[in-house]
C-alpha cells in the first residue's frame, strides 16, 4: 500500500530511531552465542547497510535476515528429533539445538542420558524458598556482623596440616594465582578447603542430568504434592509459578553454559559429578562461571576445574573481578567472599583458615637465629 509524503518521511524515521536503538541495546549486552545474540548481530549488520537502502524503508518490510532466522528454527523445528532421545527430552533438545548447540551431538547427550528425569533438585529449591517465604518468621535481634560465626570443623589442626601439603603440591599455581590477581595463597587454598575438602568431595550428583531436570520443571501440578495447604491457594499458586519460571530459565542457561563448555573443551557431560544445582570442580562454578571466569592455569589449552591449576587460577580471578583489595582490608575481603557466596560463616571460615595457615607458614620457616654459621 502507498503512502502521502509525510506518512513515508514518519515511517522512515520510526524505522531509523528503532535499528538504532536495538543495535545499541544488543551491542551493551553480553555475546553468550546463542541465536538471539546472532540475531542482534544481523540486526546490527542491517543497520551498517541502511543508509545505503534507505529509500526501501520508505514502506515496511520485513528484514530479511528476520525471515532468514524463522526459517532456519522452522527446519529445526520440523527436522523430528532422533526417536532414541527421550521423550521427557524433546522439547529441551529442540530448543537447545535452536539455540546454536550441533545437532548430532546434542541427540547424543540426551539419548545416553536416558529417561532419568528427577525432581530432586527443583524439590530441594522449592522448600527451601517456600520455608523463608511462608514459614513462621522468628523474632530476632537486629542482624549484626558476627566474626566470630565461622565452620569450627573445618578450621582445626588437622585441617591446617593438610592443607600446607596440598599447597606444597600445587605451590607453583597458589604463587602464579597471587601474583596475577593479587589473592594470597592461603586465602585461595582455604577456599578450595571449604568447598570440596581440598577435592575429596567434588559432589554425588550429575551436573547434566539435575540442570536438564530443572530446566524441565516447570509445572506446579508436580510440586503440589511436597509443599503443604498448597491447591487452591491463589497466592501461594501464583508464587510457585514465578519460582518455577525463574528457576526453570536460570537451569537451563546453566544447562547450555555447560554443554558449551563441555563440547568446547572435549569433556563428556555425562561425567562430570558437582553439586545438587550443577557447581562443578576443585572450586566449585557454576558453568556459567567457567565461561565467565575459568582460566587455562597450566597453559595445557584446557579448562578444567578438577585440575588444581585450572581450579586455583579461575576461583582466584573470579575473587580479583568481585573486588578483592591489593591491601588487607579485612571488609573488602570478606564483601568478595560474600559475592562467591552469601553466608557470613562462609567468608569467615575463610579468612580465619588463612590465618591459621600463614601462621604454620610462619612456624616452619626455620629462625635466622638458629641457623649453622657458616665455618670461618
Known sequence: ???????????????????????????????NHSADSLKWSGTCLYRDNFLQHSSSLLFYQPFEWDKAE????????????????????????????????????????????????????????????????????????????????????????????????????HEEFFLKAEATYGVPKEVALSLILVETDLGSYLGRHSAL????????????????????????????ENWLQSVLDKRSEWAYNELKALLTYTYSNGFDPLELSGS????????????SNIIL????????????????????????????????PNSPDEAAQRKALLAYNRSTAYANTILMMAKELVNAEQQAMPNADQQPKDNQ
Open 1 to 31: 500500500m502507498g503512502c502521502t509524503f509525510s506518512q513515508c518521511i514518519i515511517r522512515f524515521g520510526l524505522n531509523f530511531l528503532s535499528i538504532f536503538l536495538v543495535c545499541g541495546s544488543a551491542q551493551a549486552g553480553n555475546n
Open 70 to 169: 524463522a526459517q532456519r528454527i522452522d527446519d529445526i523445528k520440523s527436522d523430528v528429533l532422533s526417536p532414541l532421545v527421550p521423550d521427557c527430552w524433546q522439547e529441551l533438545s529442540e530448543k537447545l539445538i535452536i539455540d546454536g548447540l550441533e545437532r548430532d551431538w546434542v541427540e547424543e547427550v540426551f539419548k545416553r542420558l536416558g529417561n532419568g528425569y528427577t525432581d530432586v533438585p527443583m524439590k530441594t529449591k522449592l522448600k527451601e524458598l517456600y520455608k523463608l517465604k511462608f514459614g513462621k518468621k522468628k523474632t530476632t535481634k537486629p542482624a549484626r556482623e558476627n566474626k566470630t560465626n565461622y565452620y569450627r570443623h573445618v578450621v582445626t589442626e588437622k585441617n591446617v596440616r593438610r592443607a600446607m601439603i596440598f599447597l606444597h603440591e
Open 209 to 236: 542430568l539435575n540442570l536438564a531436570s530443572m530446566a524441565t520443571s516447570n509445572r506446579k501440578e508436580t510440586f503440589y504434592p511436597h509443599l503443604p495447604a498448597f491447591s487452591g491457594d491463589l497466592v501461594k
Open 276 to 287: 545438587i544445582y550443577g557447581a562443578i570442580g576443585y572450586c566449585q562454578f557454576m558453568p
Open 293 to 324: 571466569f575459568g582460566v587455562d592455569g597450566n597453559n595445557d589449552g584446557i579448562i578444567n576445574l578438577f585440575d588444581p591449576a585450572d581450579a586455583i587460577l579461575s576461583l582466584s580471578n573470579y575473587l580479583a573481578v568481585h573486588g578483592w
